[in-house]
T-cell receptor, first 114, second 113 residues
Framework: DAMVIQNPRYQVTQFGKPVTLSCSQT?????MYWYQQKSSQAPKLLFH???????NEADTPDNFQSRRPNTSFCFLDIRSPGLGDAAMYLC?????????????FGPGTRLTVT | AQSVTQPDIHITVSEGASLELRCNYS??????LFWYVQSPGQGLQLLLK??????LVQGIKGFEAEFKRSQSSFNLRKPSVHWSDAAEYFC???????????FGGGTRLMVKP
């Protein structure tokens, strides 16, 4: 089945130690998103790629970076994680020219910062 | 600016009872509307969507939602809740100024046996 895959599902990192979360998709969708979701809150959009074009939300901290080396893969890099960055990170995709704004989500990566 | 309000943070229903989760939105034109469900520790799964046409939309898992333009609402319903429906439910509207979705704060559904 076509899907959005996130690895790892659980990630523990130390305060200040860089960490990378990965997302891959077999849907061939041109848009990929990264969301941060804290407990009992709605997902908060960090940034998205429209093909290779990177779009950063205005309030996304500089500590968060992203890479999209090809259509299928997208990475979230947290350069110096703080305790406040502990959250669920969700990757999503959409195909703008067919079902606009309908986003397909991966299972998420739960990040713990010690 | 667009906004989505889910007035009920928590709802508890008995298994087999009917369910209605409320969603109110603020949007300048005809919106695209979505309901997503999130089980604990999982990503969001699309339950149903409204783009245009029939205002009563059917989704997966026996859910339906009705778009009421006059009330700016898109409430989610299910006639008989199952214990496996216990989850967090998010209503979303788009597109916003950045062509993205705006999510509501979510409603956590608990199901009593």
């Amino acid at each position: 089945d076509a899907m959005v895959i996130q690895n790892p599902r659980y990630q523990v990192t130390q305060f200040g130690k860089p960490v990378t979360l990965s997302c891959s998709q077999t849907l061939n969708h041109n848009v990929m998103y990264w969301y941060q979701q804290k407990s009992s809150q709605a997902p908060k959009l960090l940034f998205h790629y429209y093909d290779k074009d990177f779009n950063n939300e205005a309030d996304t901290p500089d500590n968060f970076q992203s890479r999209r080396p090809n259509t299928s893969f997208c990475f979230l890099d947290i350069r110096s994680p703080g305790l406040g960055d502990a959250a669920m990170y969700l990757c999503a995709t959409s195909k703008v020219d067919r079902a606009p704004y309908e986003q397909y989500f991966g299972p998420g990566t739960r990040l713990t910062v010690t | 600016a667009q906004s989505v309000t889910q007035p009920d943070i928590h709802i508890t229903v008995s298994e087999g009872a009917s369910l209605e989760l409320r969603c109110n939105y603020s949007y300048g034109a005809t919106p695209y509307l979505f309901w997503y469900v999130q089980s604990p520790g999982q990503g969001l799964q699309l339950l149903l969507k409204y783009f245009s046409g029939d205002t009563l939309v059917q989704g997966i898992k026996g859910f339906e939602a009705e778009f009421k333009r006059s009330q700016s609402s898109f409430n989610l319903r299910k006639p008989s809740v199952h214990w496996s429906d216990a989850a967090e439910y998010f209503c979303a509207v788009g597109p916003n100024a950045g062509n993205m979705l705006t999510f509501g704060g979510g409603t956590r559904l608990m199901v009593k046996p």
